[in-house]
């Protein structure tokens, strides 16, 4: 069974935009995708709203995705495949740089992880092996200036957690190049959004273990 635990923030959470609540389970992106790998994939969706790569949200608690990664690696393992969606809460408090940099950190995190834990069972029994999703764009309004001011860093994070993914070894694919957020609120993914982005993940996994065969 190929193992494969999904980090994300709420667009893997499956957050609805249009109700403030949470998609049904048949309707994430997460669930749609290993429904498309079917049998002989094992797939945990560890999304939590409001999380970022490596910073603290001044107001909500547990929001430090550096913080929160071993937790779920210890969690989850053994694992296969981690995939990283993160960088979108992150322009809340900071720049497409400041988020590559958190992001930088997150990584090193990840791919030391049977190093640091190596007294235990490894959390990447075979290889470590990492995707790494930069995350759909924000839309920004003229009427709302942080908003303009997200939406514009947001269109850096590709290029910046491209040559990310290249220095470290690992795989990469862009979000913003399969879809775009939902129209209701200009970060959250639609129904339609969830179902492009779970197409290009399952195809972009399928591609990672046909080439380590």
């Not at 809460?89 to 834990?117: C, H, P, V, W």
């Amino acid at each position: 069974m190929t193992n494969i635990l999904f980090y994300g923030d709420s667009n893997t959470w499956g957050f609805d935009p249009s109700t403030g609540g949470r998609y049904p389970l048949e309707n994430r992106w997460t669930t749609i995708c290993a429904d498309i790998l079917g049998g002989g994939y094992h797939c945990v969706a560890a999304g939590l709203n409001g999380r970022m790569t490596a910073f603290d949200d001044p107001v909500k608690g547990c929001r430090n995705g550096l913080e929160g990664l071993d937790y779920e690696l210890q969690t989850h393992k053994p694992l296969d495949l981690l995939v990283i969606m993160l960088g979108t809460n992150d322009l809340k408090y900071t720049d497409a740089e400041g988020s590559a940099t958190g992001m930088q950190a997150l990584l090193r995190k990840a791919l030391s992880a049977n190093e640091r834990f190596h007294l235990s069972y490894p959390v990447f029994p075979e290889e470590t092996r990492i995707l790494l999703i930069s995350p759909v764009l924000i839309t920004g309004t003229v009427n709302d200036n942080a908003a303009c001011n997200e939406a514009e860093e947001s269109k850096q994070l590709g290029c910046l957690y491209g040559k990310l993914a290249r220095e470290c070894g690992i795989w990469f694919l862009d979000a913003a190049n399969v879809t775009g957020p939902s129209v209701t609120d200009g970060v959250h993914l639609s129904p339609e959004g969830h179902g492009a982005i779970a197409m290009a993940v399952a195809e972009k996994i399928r591609e990672i273990f046909e080439e380590v065969r």
